[in-house]
């Protein structure tokens, strides 16, 4: 007897998880959102790349009121960064909360190699002082370290390195993470294995992520994830072998996140959501078996148009919701259309991958 299980197999695997999308803002085209922050009180920080300068830093201060409605919220221009025509990746930093690291400056050209730099955004109030006027949501920028000039070739995702005052920075040409010192703007490599390095032309190391005592990064060029052990420092351990976790069903992957925290199941609660930016979706990664799985956007389709970078929302409204922004389409136009850049937010209530 023959047993009809193609049928079934075929039903199986065009099943397509696609998790509920809100639209929370979207600015005129063009428009390219290079990456994505949250404050502690859940405000969203946007970096913006340009062809041209200057480039400006937003923020969205409570992007949950656009999942509880069908509305949109514009972003707010908070500091705009004059000569400068790409705002990258940033990060809190771990010992100070609302005092960021951000990286940018202007992108190399066909004649031109890039000119780089990291600043402080602190958002942390001054002490009181007299006949000063103290403004809440205007942050303080300051240029703490020139990047170019120690070497580093084109800075992309940032993140934090648990317990200390310093933050890693991926090198996507250079294929390699430095580390930055908050206080004293030192500027070191940290890690450097060829599973970082550019190939082809297109970019390296993207973003990058420290999970318990894990280095976890993805390659744009070789569109999957890879992990090490790293110290305290931030540098790779002694004898610790680079694992590849997975590789993506897809031809690029851009920045990603991690999350939600606490929640039971993979990676000691935590999930991988990668952004593919040229394929349009959101590939999430469970870090132990190196599954893989699309759970929003499809290539084709405008949904989720260019995404370059994730991140959970950190208030009890929004914090199992992933804000995913997008460069419209830029990179690769979406059956020849692009649109300006967005912030979606991505239902991850309840979201467990397919065995
Ligand atoms: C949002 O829009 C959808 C589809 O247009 C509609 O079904 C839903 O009721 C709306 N929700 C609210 C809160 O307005
Ligand atoms: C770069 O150099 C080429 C050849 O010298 C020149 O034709 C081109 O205009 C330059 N581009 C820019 C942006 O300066
Ligand atoms: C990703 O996009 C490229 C072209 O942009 C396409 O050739 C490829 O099939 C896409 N991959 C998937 C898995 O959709």
Partial sequence: MQIPILPFFALATTVQATLHLKLVTQFPAPFWIENIAVRRNGALLLTQLTTSPPATLYTLPYPWLSISSNSTIPAKPLHTFPNTNALLGLAESPLHPDLFVLVGGVNPTANSSGSFVAWTVDFRPLPPSPGLA????????????????????LPNG?????????????????????????????????????EMAASKGAAGVNGVRVVGEKLYWTNSATAAVYRVGIDAEGKQKEGDMVEKVASLPAIFADDFAVGPTGR???????????????????????????KTEVVAGATGSLELAGPTAAAFGRTEKDKEWL????????????????????????DTRGFAMRD
């Fill in 158 to 194: 940032v993140a934090a390195l648990p317990g200390r005052n310093a933050v890693l920075v991926a090198d996507s040409l250079a294929g390699c993470i430095w580390r930055v010192d908050i206080a004293t703007g030192a500027v070191q490599l940290a890690v450097k294995v060829p």
């Fill in 134 to 153: 103290t403004s809440e949501t205007q942050p303080r920028v300051t240029q703490i370290a020139s990047l170019s000039s120690k070497g580093v070739l």
């Fill in 264 to 290: 039971k199941g993979e990676l000691g609660g935590d999930l991988l959501w990668v952004a593919t930016n040229v394929n349009n979706t959101l590939i999430a990664v469970n870090g132990q078996t190196g």
């Fill in 323 to 346: 804000y995913v922004v997008t460069c419209g389409g830029v990179k690769a136009p979406v059956n020849g259309l692009t649109e300006g850049g967005k912030v979606v937010a991505v």
